[in-house]
């Protein structure tokens, strides 16, 4: 009974040389990646959500406060990396869907493009992080006291803390994000998707969009609580 | 050839593009101005169309099957449990510990603007 | 109860199995075989169990006199690290990493779980992790209690938080991927004819487990994130000092936290559910029901968190629902004693060793759920917790229940796993040693919480002293009670009699193939037919 | 109970019930345990019944049964049933717990690694050790200078956390002269053991005697006043005419309206936080950093000494303060306040 042991004995290669051993069908095992990869979200949804509730909370509790420190969110950077967010999102489904068609060239394209989009994003938010280094703006560590609010000192912290936990959380999930992409790209160089097999492009594409999910959230909660009171121009 | 592959038009996927970034100028536009209480909740609401846009056509839940539906509404499900529940006790404590009914607690609902 | 087409007859006589198809270490520490990995799982876990223990006898001597035996900082090291190596590296991965880990997939007819690779990269996780804690341990350990409540450990304590909360972060990982698997497995792996209504109660159990693990982890590893980086920067949002609420921290805490007590104890219940009907030749009484609380208690589980945190100054509010949301939660569970009870009605009854825990888990897990009631109840928890009432509680829960299950399916299910069977005699006297040690080491806490003795005191007053030392004699015998099976264990490896494929004459996929399995567990798919438990034709409809 | 049997008085097996809600209590658990108990038999019993009546020698082929709905729904809603009366009863008990009466008498318990420090109204301070007359209603007003602490007194069947950064309270009424433990039951780093402390009740007599050698210092209020002085917050906060701060003369338990619309109860909590983080809440008409902040300069006894002399300034106001200038009004029980107001306070 050798041939028990030898992986690849029973199954005769019907679909490709993609199905593992375990898998009855491919159908079975793009059921099984998909589930997979969605309940793998369910629980970025949970972890994000620690934080989301932490946010409800406080904002309650201390909503003036709060409002108070969109005088230094710089609401022209977070709306562009909401777009540039958005368009990587879009050219993301055009990659899932050029690998559908095997159409390798847009494959790549496409890839690339998103790339360059997560890049920028990364990049623009750096800015930001700096200037709040440079306001003073880094609970615990770098942090000035917040003069122009001195009622909000203490909370506004709090703000600031989630600020950093949240977006902070995000770009690391985007630098995951791009690195999963890079793969990606080496793998459709070598001509592995196509019509027959393109799941992990659509796995990672599941993924790349729900960063994208996050940030549709993390923009509004974050950059415009107190937009309305247009503390710009007191 | 895989089972369920629906492969997305471009237009739609254009389309979806653009009005996602519609309403995030939508989003910057209605928090300029002061709605009190509604600004959080027309943001929310902008919010969640805009995922669920790229829940259904970008992640393509419109063609999975039902059992992916539903852990996907199962997830959102526990997110509000543990939103709303831990909320609830928040907005819940003043209601014991004051004693005159025409007086409002301190830090109990958003400020009244 | 299943039919296994064109099976040969040299199938049993043939010597290769999972155990012996490689040697060597490289072949072992880049399996993806469930089996080779669940074996994996039961060396690091019963190593921790092990390291946890050792802390608890250590503990356990120290409260011999009212004063304390060693210092305060020992005392709380020893009971917070036995804290935190039992929840998170024994009892939250005991059952589905292991004895799950190698049955779910022959339980349905699978070759394997349907992410191999991510199943060998959870145990790494959970070595990393175990690791992480155990420098923690090494450098001189945490004292924050497996709790982490803020700000104690955020602002205030002087011990290694950090490292002992990335262990904790890093296993998280770990459970999840067990969780995913399970779920992902269950769904889409099952044989042809294996429905739903025909798994067996073990494999509903841990399907339950899998969402609890999969809903509820991430939100313990943000929540000691945040923790982490409260702690590095000195300033967060559990700090009082800026009005932040230490309250949050037990909310998100305890999201997670509650229902993992149900991650402790579900997969139990799917164990005494397989020994029951086994030993009694009987299909589970009520099925149907048995299943679906499972289910209901993974879903009710994560309303009720508010109970640990009754006195806090939560909202009474939340408090009262919490209570009553914590009431319903009991019924499933209830729901499962009755049946397992009624399984045994017009059954026909051995008393094996395995039927020996079952018996044990059924009394113990009895009483220790219904001293829950105690604490659900508002009025009663003023009285009792904060104090030994609650760790004589959940040790009834986690100890009596879990840790006898998990012996109950380590004794019943290791001639599958590793084709030898163990002394009976020894095996039956053991499980009378762990039964009479664990009621003499934690029956005692019971009368001492409601006289008021605090947990997690180093030093007590003097009147306290007769029941503690009771305590402390039951705690040696219960360790001699889990040395002897660690012995005959070892022993039955090299020197134990075969098994055979079926040595309890029980019903399931599992017990038809060899002991133990090949590689891939079936040379064919195996056609399921029957519904589990198929000890005979049913006979007789009560009501 | 059976402590009181002479042999087992150095091996208690039930602690002494020495308040009025301790009965209670004992007798909900008392409820739950033989209700416990009973269906741990039930269970058992069955459990051997069968094992023996049902044990493969003497039944060696199983009937196999499918399972029953009616049994299955008995034995689940009956249990519910059940329980909802421990609920229900608990609540009941719980409500009563969470509310003290209005004419409780005050006394300020400060958790601080690791050690209890109790402050009376008349000025007494005491380190671990709390004295309260037989038969007065008690609120202890909590507060923690740093991490969790939870006040119990197994004797009384009471407990409450003291978190760090709020106000908890707890109340009970003593009705057994003696020394009790009272104990920190909420881990609280190295040496959470030692937070053991004293309750002593005494009779109402002896309790006044004990109560007049104390108060040196002068009262709780009196205290309040000095430091008022000390820390010059007088020159801002005039009494009788409007400074740069508001004025306190019978502000406690009012309403107060906010510079940004929102109206407060000057309870003990917002005036906490008004003490230690001024501009969290300024009052509508005056300007922020005005006053300087007080967290880290003053203690949390120091914020009670301040509480109590704000208190002392709005006699006969609508709810619960205290005359807390003089400690025999204070000891004396159920007197001063009309019960009118007190219980229309209470919806």
């Not at chain 1, 122009?148 to 912290?157: K, T």
């Not at chain 3, 876990?45 to 223990?53: A, E, N």
């Not at chain 3, 350990?141 to 011990?159: E, H, I, K, M, R």
């Not at chain 3, 053991?430 to 664990?438: E, R």
């Amino acid at each position: 009974m050798a041939d028990i042991v030898v992986s690849e004995g029973h199954e005769p290669a019907l679909e490709g040389t993609h199905l593992k051993h375990h898998f009855a069908t491919a159908a079975q095992q793009m059921d099984a990646d998909t589930l997979g990869m969605w309940t793998f979200l369910i629980t970025e949804v949970l972890f994000f959500g620690g934080m989301f509730a932490s946010y409800a909370v406080y904002r309650n509790l201390y909503l003036d406060a709060f409002a108070s420190t969109s005088l230094y969110m710089n609401v022209v950077l977070g709306g562009t990396n909401t777009a540039v967010l958005i368009c990587s999102s879009l050219t993301m489904a055009l990659a899932v869907r050029a690998a559908q068609l095997s159409n390798r060239k847009h494959l790549q394209l496409f890839l690339i493009l998103t790339m360059i989009f997560g890049a920028a994003f990364l990049v623009i938010k750096g800015f930001e992080y700096h200037d709040k280094w440079v306001e003073g703006l880094i609970p615990g560590i770098h942090w000035f006291g917040y003069p122009e609010f001195p009622q909000y000192a203490y909370h506004a912290e709090i703000l600031f803390f989630l600020y950093f936990c949240m977006t902070g959380m995000h770009a690391l999930h985007m630098v995951v994000g791009l690195g999963l992409l890079s793969y990606l790209l080496i793998q459709a160089r070598r001509n592995i998707f196509g019509a027959s097999y393109y799941t992990p492009v659509e796995m990672i594409g599941l993924y790349w969009h729900f960063v994208d999910i996050v940030w549709i959230f993390l923009f509004p909660l974050l950059y415009l609580i107190g937009y309305h009171l247009h503390l710009h121009h007191k | 050839m895989t089972v369920h592959a629906h492969i997305p038009k471009v237009g739609t996927l254009v389309a979806v593009w653009a009005a996602l970034l519609v309403a995030t100028g939508l989003t910057s536009t209605v928090a300029y101005f002061d709605l009190g209480w509604l600004n959080i909740v027309i943001a929310l609401l902008i919010a969640v169309v805009k995922a669920s846009l790229v829940v259904w056509i970008f992640m393509g839940v419109r063609h999975t099957t039902n059992l992916t539906k539903l852990f996907v509404v199962a997830g959102l499900v526990w997110l509000s449990i543990m939103v709303l529940i831990t909320y609830s006790d928040y907005s819940t404590r003043s209601w014991n510990y004051q004693p005159q009914p025409w007086s409002h607690a301190a830090g109990n609902g958003p400020a009244a603007k | 109860m299943a039919t296994l087409v064109h099976r040969s007859p040299e199938v049993e006589a043939q010597e290769v199995n999972y155990l012996n198809v490689e040697h060597g270490w490289k072949s072992w520490l880049l399996t993806t075989d469930h089996k080779r990995i669940a074996m994996l799982y039961v060396i690091s876990i019963t190593l921790m169990f092990f390291v946890g223990g050792l802390m608890a006898v250590l503990f356990r001597i120290n409260l011999l006199e009212p004063e304390g035996l060693f210092s305060a900082e020992t005392y709380n090291r020893l009971f917070s690290m036995h804290g935190i190596v039992m929840v998170f590296f024994f009892l939250v991965p005991s059952i589905p990493a292991t004895l799950a880990n190698f049955l779910i997939p022959i339980m349905i007819g699978a070759k394997d779980l349907a992410f191999p690779r991510v199943n060998l990269l959870s145990w790494y996780i959970y070595v990393l992790g175990a690791i992480l804690t155990l420098y923690a341990v090494v450098r001189g350990g945490v004292d924050t209690g497996w709790t982490f409540y803020a700000p104690y450990s955020s602002t205030y304590s002087n011990s290694y938080v950090l490292a002992a909360a990335f262990g904790v972060f890093t296993a998280g990982f770990s459970s999840i991927l067990t969780g995913l698997n399970f779920i992902v497995t269950v769904h889409k792996m099952r044989a042809p004819g294996m429905t739903w209504s025909r798994l067996p109660l073990f494999v509903w159990s841990n399907y339950a487990t899998g969402l609890i693990q999969v809903l509820g982890t991430p939100v313990l590893a943000i929540t000691l994130l945040l923790l982490a980086f409260e702690r590095i920067a000195h300033v967060g949002i559990f700090d009082p000092n800026i009005g932040g609420d230490p309250i949050l921290f037990q909310h998100l805490f305890w999201f997670y936290s509650h229902p993992a007590v149900y991650i402790m104890i579900l997969p139990g219940m799917g164990v005494i559910s397989e020994i029951v009907s086994c030993f009694s030749r009987k299909r589970v009484f009520g099925y149907n029901f048995v299943a679906f609380s499972s289910m209901a208690i993974a879903v009710l589980s994560f309303v009720v968190w508010g109970h640990h945190m009754f006195l806090t100054g939560e909202s009474m509010y939340t408090g009262l629902a919490f209570s009553l949301l914590s009431f319903m939660v009991a019924v499933p569970s209830a729901i499962k004693v009755f049946n397992w009870t009624a399984t045994m009605y017009k059954g026909s009854v051995q008393f094996d060793t395995p039927m020996l825990y079952a018996f044990g888990f059924i009394g113990l897990f009895t009483i220790g759920g219904l001293t829950g009631l105690h604490l659900a109840t508002l009025g009663t928890d003023v009285a009792t917790h904060g104090t030994y009432f609650v760790v004589a509680h959940f040790h009834y829960v986690m100890v009596g229940g879990m840790v006898m299950a998990f012996m109950g399916g380590l004794h019943f299910w290791w001639p599958k796993m590793t084709g030898r069977l163990y002394p009976e005699a020894w095996s039956k006297f053991a499980a009378l040693i762990v039964f009479i040690g664990f009621n003499l080491t934690f029956f005692p806490q019971f009368i001492l919480g409601y006289l008021g003795m605090p947990r997690r005191y180093h030093a007590y007053p003097p009147e306290f002293q007769a029941l503690n030392v009771l305590s402390t004699a039951g705690a040696s015998i219960l360790g001699v009670g889990y040395i002897i099976p660690m012995v005959y264990f070892i022993w039955s490896l090299k020197s134990g009699p075969k098994a055979g494929n079926n040595p309890w004459g029980a019903a399931g996929l599992e017990w038809q193939i060899p002991s133990p399995p090949t590689t891939f567990n079936f040379d064919e798919t195996p056609i399921v037919t029957e519904e589990a438990y198929n000890y005979g034709p049913l006979e007789e409809v009560v009501g | 109970m059976l402590a009181n049997v002479p042999l087992l008085a150095d091996f208690p097996l039930f602690p002494v019930a020495a308040s009025e809600q301790a009965p209670g209590i004992d007798a909900l658990y008392w409820f739950i345990t033989i209700i416990s108990i009973v269906m741990t038999i039930v269970i058992f019993a069955a459990l051997a019944y069968f094992a023996w009546v049902y044990h493969s020698k003497r039944h060696p082929h199983a009937t196999q049964i499918e399972g029953s709905t009616k049994l299955e729904l008995t034995w689940s809603i009956l249990p519910f049933l059940v329980m909802l009366v421990m609920f229900a009863w608990g609540a009941q008990i719980f409500y009563r717990a969470q509310n003290p009466p209005k004419d409780a008498m005050e006394i300020f318990v400060t958790g601080k690694q690791w050690m209890w420090k109790i402050q009376y109204p008349d000025g007494t301070r005491e380190i671990d050790e709390l004295h309260v007359p037989v038969g007065q209603p008690v609120k202890l007003t909590m507060a923690s200078e740093d991490v969790i602490h939870s006040f119990s007194i197994p004797a009384f069947r009471v407990r409450h956390d003291v978190m760090p950064g709020h106000y908890n309270s707890l109340w009970f009424t003593a009705t057994k002269p003696g020394r009790y433990h009272l104990f920190c039951t909420e881990y609280c780093g190295n040496q959470h053991a030692g937070m053991i402390g004293w309750v002593d009740v005494l009779e109402p007599r002896e309790y006044a005697n004990w109560a007049s050698g104390g108060g040196a210092q002068g009262s709780l209020a009196e205290q309040g006043e000095k430091l008022f002085q000390q820390n010059g917050c007088a020159t801002c906060h005039l009494l009788d005419q409007q400074g740069r701060c508001p004025i306190l003369r019978g502000l406690y338990n009012k309403p107060v309206q906010l510079n940004d619309g929102r109206t407060v109860l000057a309870d003990d909590a917002y005036l906490r936080e008004s003490i230690l983080d001024p501009n969290a809440k300024i009052v509508a008409g005056f300007e922020p950093n005005v006053m300087p902040n007080f967290k880290g300069q003053l203690s949390e006894e120091n914020v009670i000494q301040l509480i109590a002399y704000i208190k002392s300034l709005s006699p006969g106001g609508p709810a619960s303060q205290q005359g807390t200038q003089q400690p025999a009004v204070v000891i004396a029980p159920r007197s001063a306040n009309p019960p009118k107001v007190a219980n229309a306070a209470q919806h």
